[in-house]
């Protein structure tokens, strides 16, 4: 009791091709198989790139902060 058997799963098979034909479900088929293999390549490269090194502008460079004093005439 509560299972679908594959007579049901044919039945429904069946009803969806004669409703949406096989040339609409082929072309949404493929359209769903781009669509995972674009995913599938997008997590792929966001996996490769190493993590982003966060930067606040600060290169390590030391300045002397102390100025001579200049006479001027």
Do not use: Y
């Not at 098979?13 to 995913?39: H, Y």
């Not at 966001?46 to 005439?73: H, L, R």
Request: proline residues 3%; aromatic residues 4%.
């Amino acid at each position: 009791m509560g299972g679908i058997g594959i007579w049901q799963l044919l039945i429904i098979l069946l009803i969806v091709v004669m409703l949406f034909g096989t040339k609409r479900l082929k072309n949404l088929g493929s359209d769903l198989g781009g669509a995972l293999k674009g995913f599938k390549s997008a997590i792929k490269e966001d996996d490769e790139e190493p993590p982003a090194e966060q930067s606040d502008g600060v290169t390590g460079e030391t300045v002397d902060s102390t100025a001579e004093k200049v006479e001027t005439k």
